[in-house]
């Protein structure tokens, strides 16, 4: 299958990172973390396939995007961008599930890793009938009813009370999404091998970051993803749920800053 030509961002100067948004939004995301970053770095922040800007191959919604397919579209955008050195990859969620395929794929385009409340294993069988379950019903209901399972889910009890425009601003992205894009990115995930045979194998700087009221890939799952890859490094952000970037943003953006500066050759 051919790649995708992905809308993107490129800012800035310096060592490429990478930011790779989560499943059902798109690179809005990283909106305070671009803005730090590209004080002195160059970064790049695209829409994955069918989100965003992005387009949507006319049989992806029906056969899904594998997170394989999502790496090559990012391999492929990388070189139409002129990118000459390898790249600090940042996954966000599904951005992680892509980020195991780009290192299988693209190993030589990589600096190092960061994995931001994501996981390794693959879905359960019932994780997998679920997720096929709703990208059939995603076409009759909507965006907007996948916006309305999710908000509960993606926040912390305090940014839910205490920053209802945070909630809101994604939800609003999540409403924006085709509902196409969110069926193709279903059908991908519940495909997804498990990718934990390769956390033993990791062979370059990573960071693990995890909100400490994550209810989606949870504290506990990635303590024990970030002791299982070599010399990893743990950062749990404070008052925070799955959307860490979104709910406590100078943590994550010092957490990437402090990660950057220690692999800086």
């Known amino acids: 299958m051919s790649t995708a030509k992905l809308s993107f961002t490129d800012t800035g100067e310096g060592r490429p990172v990478l930011l790779v948004h989560g499943y059902p939004l798109d690179r809005t995301m990283w909106s305070t973390q671009i803005a730090d970053l590209t004080r002195d770095h160059r970064v790049l922040a695209p829409d994955l396939r069918g989100f965003g800007d992005s387009p949507l191959g006319e049989a992806d919604a029906a056969k899904g995007v594998s997170m394989s397919e999502y790496a090559d579209d990012l391999a492929a955008m990388l070189d139409q961008a002129g990118v000459k050195g390898p790249v600090v990859f940042c996954g966000f969620s599904m951005g992680g599930y892509v980020a195991w395929q780009f290192y299988a794929k693209h190993r030589e385009k990589l600096a190092a890793l960061v994995l931001c409340d994501t996981r390794a294993a693959a879905d359960t069988d019932d994780a997998r009938a ?5 990208a059939q019903q995603v076409n009759e209901h909507g965006s907007g009813w996948i916006a309305e399972q999710m908000i509960p889910k993606l926040f912390s009890e305090v940014t839910r009370r205490e920053r209802p425009e945070v909630v809101e601003s994604i939800a609003d992205v999540i409403r924006r999404t085709s509902p196409d894009a969110i069926a193709a990115a279903l059908r991908g995930m519940a495909h997804r091998p498990d990718s934990t045979p390769l956390l033993a194998k990791l062979d370059l700087p990573t960071l693990v970051i995890v909100g400490d009221e994550d209810a989606i890939s949870t504290r506990t799952e990635m303590t024990q993803m970030s002791q299982s890859i070599p010399g990893a490094e743990l950062v749990v952000v404070n008052n925070a749920g799955h959307m860490t970037p ?8 010092t957490a990437l800053r402090e990660f950057l500066e220690k692999i800086q050759t």
Not at 130 to 134: A, F, P
Not at 246 to 253: F, G, H, L, R, S
């Open 130 to 134: 679920k997720r096929l379950e709703t």
């Open 246 to 253: 979104n709910e406590n943003p100078p943590a994550v953006t």
